[in-house]
């Protein structure tokens, strides 16, 4: 059982009885779930993550003052931190006064001012361009048990994937550096003899061609070591997981042959997949993709922006 069905479960069988009877009042405004830090967030918990943060519990979010004044949200954390402190052989960890870190009472706005700097999910241009990746996919991620009150829900909408102007921006970077990385630096670096620089080169290349696949499936790119993961549950273009795990862990004295093929047939799938899901049109390599998806962008300001404006 993995951490949010664990959560659910307590929550079904501990949480809403204790709302629904000591609280009732307040359900009408009140959101319950499990989202934000950790693999047990993404439904990514094993045997091995299970070392810390596996444990019943779940967030109550909380309106606004004027809805849900300070008295309360008080007596909710004493309630909530009463709940039974074992579940299925797993016990909770203390609680903070405030409700804890990750589970207990928190306040809407300050979860998701911690995760993308505004408390309704409204983001300028700038804002947009700036969040880190992993903070967004950490701001919808998990599941709600409830939300009466719609606010977690709407605002959780209103970040679940980047405006399309700046999607597009973000994919034209990424498939630029893609084309820099792969295509030109990755043999140059070999034929100087740079061995260290031309695996940079595949670094680099990685992390380009994974967001542009992650962007192709409009969905955001979790924290690092959890992207492979991900990627392999992705609808588009996940067979390429493992051929990047193999550019990642060859030898390129041995290997470089094989691996500049390898970066070309990415990259050609990468480009192919944009072409059919009608992003931009013929697509002859990584440098006039990019460009075309620059161009491509609505908004006059975004698109004169550098072309890694979004990196």
Avoid at 125 to 153: C, I, K, M
Avoid at 165 to 174: F, N, P, S, T, W
Avoid at 266 to 278: A, M
Wanted: charged fraction near 30%; aromatic fraction near 10%; include cysteine.
């Amino acid at each position: 059982m993995n951490g949010i069905d664990l959560s659910r479960e307590y929550y079904e069988q501990y949480g809403r009885p204790m709302l629904e009877e000591q609280f009732p009042e307040l359900l009408p405004y009140l959101a319950c779930g499990v989202c934000g830090s950790g693999s047990e967030s993404f439904g990514y918990d094993d045997e091995i993550s299970r070392d810390h943060d596996y444990e019943p519990g779940f967030i109550i979010f909380l309106p606004g003052e004027d809805r849900v004044d300070r008295r309360s949200s008080f007596l909710l954390e004493r309630a909530y931190a009463k709940l039974p402190k074992e579940y299925k052989g797993l016990k909770r960890s203390l609680m903070a006064p405030a409700g804890g870190r990750r589970r207990g009472v928190l306040r809407t706005a300050e979860f998701f001012v911690d995760k993308c700097g505004v408390p309704d999910g409204v983001l300028n241009t700038v804002q947009w361009l700036r969040v880190p990746e992993h903070a967004l996919a950490e701001a919808v991620n998990g599941a709600l048990f409830s939300d009466s009150y719609g606010e977690v829900t709407r605002i959780r909408e209103r970040l679940a994937f980047w405006p399309e102007d700046i999607a597009r921006k973000k994919l034209a970077g990424a498939v630029y550096l893609m084309g820099q990385a792969g295509e030109y630096n990755y043999p140059r670096c070999l034929a100087h003899g740079e061995s260290g620089a031309a695996q940079l080169a595949v670094q680099e290349f990685v992390d380009c061609a994974m967001e542009a696949v992650f962007l192709l499936n409009r969905t955001y790119r979790p924290y690092y070591k959890w992207r492979f993961r991900a990627l392999r549950q992705l609808s588009v273009l996940s067979e390429e997981a493992e051929r990047f795990e193999y550019l990642l862990t060859t030898d390129n004295a041995q290997s470089a042959e094989e691996k500049r093929k390898v970066i070309q047939r990415i990259t050609e799938d990468i480009l192919e997949e944009i072409q059919r899901q009608g992003w931009v049109q013929d697509c002859r390599d990584a440098g006039t993709c990019a460009m075309k998806l620059n161009d491509s962008v609505q908004d006059a300001q975004i698109r004169s922006l550098h072309i890694l404006a979004a990196h």
